[in-house]
């Protein structure tokens, strides 16, 4: 089990840029497939971006793509999203979430961050 602590969010005004930072326990994060993810107020929780253990491939929702980047420094147990040209529906609180090798799903979740951007 890893523990996850996010940090980065506030409040910014549209077309703004905010880095959400993930500082994660344990000997075993660079296994990990880690994610952010994202619920905005009255719907349910949904997938921003992912990177693989190595930091070799990323994938990110339609959303974001362009303007979300999401990168990881395995030595610091940390992993980012670097979020530009932000939009009133980027609004949410964002969670880090690490998936173990060999799981289909994420299995270790932070408690989350908050994200507002005023239009």
């Known amino acids: 089990q890893v523990q996850l602590v996010e940090s980065g969010g506030g409040l910014v005004q549209a077309g703004g840029s905010l880095r959400l930072s993930c500082a994660a326990s344990?000997?075993?994060?660079?296994?990990?497939?880690m994610g952010w993810f994202r619920r905005a107020p009255g719907k349910a929780r949904v997938f921003v971006a992912a990177?693989?253990?190595?930091?070799?491939?990323?994938d990110y929702a339609d959303s974001v793509k362009g303007r979300f980047t999401i990168s990881r420094v395995n030595a610091k147990n940390t992993v980012y999203l670097q979020m530009n040209s932000l939009k009133p529906e980027d609004t949410a609180v964002y969670y880090c979430?690490?998936?173990?090798?060999?799981?289909?799903?994420?299995?270790?979740w932070g408690q989350g961050t908050q994200v507002t951007v005023s239009s």
């Open positions: 990177i693989a253990w190595s930091g070799s491939s990323t």
């Open positions: 979430a690490a998936q173990r090798t060999g799981s289909s799903n994420y299995n270790d």
């Open positions: 344990g000997r075993t994060f660079n296994t990990y497939r």
